[in-house]
């Protein structure tokens, strides 16, 4: 059974400054790793989607990694801004299927 | 881009009363939906697929008679907390996958938050 883990729980940084998210997950058989952007009370928002074949993907300021074989994802992002600030949350799915796997998430903070 | 709504986006209900949640694909077709229930600074949790046309598969764990799944069209889904209870209270969102895209990846659509009295 995945599971999927989340380091660290929030963080508070200050504005400009380049910070990584950890996701790490225990079944290398992973199809696809996702991130997702959640503001409060809100539902998910997209942001980076990793095939098990892909290493990385960029957008924009953002940047996702994967290394199946230690089990862990990454999420760079440079040059925060207040706007960055929400609930970044991981997701792995497995076998072709669309059902995701989460995990709890960390909670951004950028002060200005 | 594809489109997951969902109806109402917040509800308030007594406690032994039943709500139903609309997920609606709103520019594609949908033989799957996914139902996920998320508790206050826990992760989202997966409570069963809907699938067009039968009956829905439930996670390990998610009362079937409690949470109805219908999904009687290629573009909505519904899931009914029969008898709600306090311990109900959560935000229910709903995904659908837009295949052809070659990601398929899955849509999800804005939430529905329910607070049970």
């Known amino acids: 059974k995945q599971e999927v883990t989340q380091i660290p729980a929030a963080l508070s940084v200050p504005e400009g400054e380049n910070l990584v998210l950890n996701c790490s997950f225990t079944?290398?058989?992973?199809?696809?790793l996702q991130w997702f952007r959640q503001d409060p009370g809100k539902g998910l928002t997209s942001l980076l989607l990793?095939?098990?074949?892909?290493r990385e993907q960029t957008s924009g300021r953002l940047n996702a990694s994967l290394d199946k074989s230690s089990g862990r994802s990454t999420l760079y992002i440079a040059a925060s801004q207040p706007g960055d600030s929400a609930t970044y949350l991981c997701?792995?799915?497995?076998?072709?299927?669309?059902?995701?796997?989460f995990g709890k998430g960390t909670k951004l903070t950028v002060n200005p | 881009g594809a489109v997951v709504s969902q109806h109402p986006s917040w509800v308030i209900c007594k406690s032994g009363t039943s709500v139903k949640i609309e997920c609606r694909s709103l520019?594609?077709?949908?033989?799957?939906m996914f139902w996920y229930r998320q508790f206050p600074k826990q992760s989202l949790m997966l409570m069963a697929t809907?699938?067009?046309?039968?009956?829905?598969?439930?996670e390990q764990g998610v009362e079937k008679d409690k949470f109805l799944i219908n999904h009687a069209s290629l573009t909505l889904s519904t899931l009914t907390v029969t008898s709600a209870h306090p311990e109900d209270s959560s935000f229910y969102i709903c995904?659908?996958?837009?295949?052809?895209?070659?990601?398929?990846?899955?849509?999800f659509g804005p939430g529905t938050r329910l607070t049970v009295t």
């Open positions: 995904s659908a996958p837009v295949i052809g895209t070659g990601d398929d990846l899955a849509q």
């Open positions: 079944d290398s058989a992973i199809y696809n």
């Open positions: 990793i095939q098990s074949s892909q």
């Open positions: 997701a792995g799915a497995q076998g072709g299927s669309e059902k995701l796997v």
């Open positions: 520019d594609f077709q949908a033989t799957t």
């Open positions: 809907s699938n067009e046309g039968s009956k829905a598969t439930y």
